[in-house]
């Protein structure tokens, strides 16, 4: 089946620093890729929606110069925290769909950013 | 104003029995709805889709209902096992007006299945 690799699992970084967090997909393309954020016990937060070769489209209230998103290739897209503050700490989350795959959304792990 | 709520935040089960878990949303007008299962730190698994023009649909344990009138699924896992302890999640989709094919999520209910 479909396969979402992201990486990295776990970051700590420092306060005013930045963050890159790949997602990829394995064995299909993805010329749409979503990135969501989870906080303990809440729901997935879409944030933005990745399309290759053009702009991200972020949802409402969220900055798109904090999270900068770039989806250079059919089975890459990735999501940069800039200048990470604490309360950006949250766990992240990447999807994408393969087409004719009966519209599941394949998930990949998560990255639980840490800000500290 | 638009939400998706699952019935409760937690939910104890005894092993072997049914699971029934309830997801209801109002002022969305989804074309289907998908349930996924989330462990803890990870991403979630998808499980189950159905379409509006759909009453039920089963895979192996599981069973989803969809009632567009009353707007609410219902997710049975029956002969519940210690193994289907997890959060699980609902999923509207197909919404009119959404880009993208983006969907959206239930908080989730946790499903503790007792031994």
């Known amino acids: 089946g479909a396969v979402v690799s992201q990486h990295p699992s776990w970051v700590i970084c420092k306060s005013g620093t930045s963050v890159k967090i790949e997602c990829r997909s394995l064995?299909?393309?993805?010329?749409?890729m979503f990135w969501y954020r989870q906080f303990p016990k809440q729901s997935l937060m879409l944030m933005a929606t990745?399309?290759?070769?053009?702009?991200?489209?972020?949802e409402q209230g969220v900055e798109k110069d904090k999270f900068l998103i770039n989806h250079a290739s059919l089975t890459l897209s990735t999501l940069t925290v800039t200048s990470a503050h604490p309360e950006d700490s949250s766990f992240y989350i990447c999807s994408a769909r393969e087409r004719g795959a009966g519209y599941g959304y394949t998930f990949g792990s998560g990255t639980r950013l840490t800000v500290v | 104003s638009q939400k998706i709520e699952q019935n409760s935040e937690a939910l104890n089960i005894q092993e072997g029995k049914t699971a029934t878990l309830t997801c209801n949303y109002t002022n969305y007008s989804p074309a289907y709805l998908q349930w996924y299962r989330q462990d803890p730190g990870r991403g979630p698994v998808f499980l189950l889709l159905?379409?509006?023009?759909?009453k039920e649909k089963r895979k192996e344990r599981l069973k989803v209902t969809f009632d567009t009138t009353l707007k609410q699924s219902l997710f049975h896992i029956t002969a519940s096992q210690p193994a289907d302890s997890a959060t699980y999640l609902c999923a509207l989709g197909g919404l009119p007006a959404a880009r993208d094919d983006k969907i959206i999520f239930g908080k989730g209910t946790r499903l503790h299945i007792l031994p």
């Open positions: 064995d299909f393309q993805a010329t749409t």
């Open positions: 990745s399309n290759e070769g053009s702009k991200a489209t972020y």
């Open positions: 159905i379409r509006e023009n759909e």
